[in-house]
């Protein structure tokens, strides 16, 4: 199998007619995708690759399971049924670089509470809140990337792309414990005189109940549905770049009384192979501490993406959360916050 320097440097070489600036594009897109991923990836891929790094420390090596248990802003981006959830203006952001590669991923997520219906259920399933809403802002910039061409001069560039998401939830009075969201996204990045645009949309649901003296989570979202176009303008060709639609269904299970949480989740291409993947993470709670572990199996992967962490959450009102990615072509570690305001 060939090493990541050599796949990038056959895109390059084997360059489309669109000249050279298709090459430089086509080799920042296929690092892009290879560092979010951490898989080989064959030329002409998916486009929108920012969207593949998980938002939130806690979400690390858990995948598709954490559709399941996203709570807070960073709701938006995992699954926007979890919104109606929201109590108070959350925020919750981080900074990092991503497996080692030279990429500086970012996020910013602001989620509040819209509207307050008296629900129909007694239980704490159904919450206080029955609609809310988050922005979020994701970020990923790759430095000094190089490029050359057939006479032999090079250079080097920086490529950017951001991923904006406005999202809601509600809860379905008729159904208790039921709630939906949607997510509206935008894509646009940048490659030297090349800009791109694209529109989006996600859909998730979620039905939380108490059954045995159990919390139950069942959660099903689908993201960039029916493909999203990425249009690039100022190429010389112009070209479209799809996101793949994805689909994922995942269940959470609290035990000992919120002490010990169990979450799995399965995801798949709707019209694209090789999208399959398995995630699973359990997380054990004392007092103000948590501590995670997860597994990410991917259908293109040799190995499990692992990823290990902790939150310290002191009161009730912030919480700090780190998370190590061990990969085969760098380790990443993060760290994010969440913080809710009065």
């Not at 997520?109 to 008296?118: E, F, R, T």
């Not at 006479?151 to 792309?161: E, M, N, Y």
């Amino acid at each position: 199998m060939r090493s990541h320097g050599q796949r990038i440097a056959c895109c390059v070489a084997g360059r489309p007619s669109g000249g050279w600036f298709a090459s430089v594009l086509a080799a920042t897109l296929c690092l892009i995708a290879v560092v979010a991923s951490g898989a080989s990836v064959d030329v002409g891929y998916d486009g929108g690759a920012v969207a593949r790094i998980p938002v939130g420390a806690g979400s690390a090596g858990m995948g598709p399971a954490y559709t399941a248990i996203a709570h807070g802003a960073d709701s938006g981006f995992w699954n926007p049924a979890a919104l109606c959830d929201v109590e108070d203006v959350s925020v919750g952001g981080a900074h990092t670089g991503w497996l080692g590669a030279g990429i500086r991923h970012q996020y910013l997520a602001v989620g509040a509470p819209l509207l307050s219906i008296p629900s129909k259920m007694p239980d704490a399933a159904a919450g206080r809140r029955s609609v809310g809403a988050a922005f979020t802002w994701v970020s990923a910039t790759i430095p000094n990337i190089p490029w050359w061409e057939d006479d032999r001069r090079q250079g080097v560039f920086s490529a950017g792309t951001d991923l904006l998401l406005v999202s809601w939830g509600v809860r379905l009075q008729q159904w208790p414990g039921v709630s939906f969201g949607v997510s509206v996204k935008g894509y646009t990045e940048r490659i030297l005189e090349g800009t791109s645009l694209g529109l989006g949309f996600d859909a998730g649901l979620l039905w939380v109940a108490k059954l045995a003296g159990l919390t139950l989570r069942l959660a099903a979202v689908g993201r960039d549905l029916g493909d999203t176009r990425i249009r690039w303008r100022g190429t010389g060709d112009e070209p479209v770049a799809r996101v793949p639609w994805t689909q994922s269904l995942a269940a959470s299970v609290d035990l000992l009384r919120g002490g010990l949480s169990v979450a799995v989740g399965y995801e798949r291409g709707v019209e694209r192979s090789g999208l399959g993947s398995v995630g699973a993470g359990v997380a054990l709670r004392f007092s103000w501490l948590r501590l995670r572990l997860a597994a990410h199996w991917r259908e293109r992967d040799a190995a499990p993406l692992l990823g290990v962490g902790a939150s310290l959450a002191p009161t009730e009102r912030w919480s700090v959360h780190y998370a190590y990615m061990p990969a085969k072509i760098g380790s990443s570690h993060l760290v994010s916050f969440d913080l809710e305001l009065p």
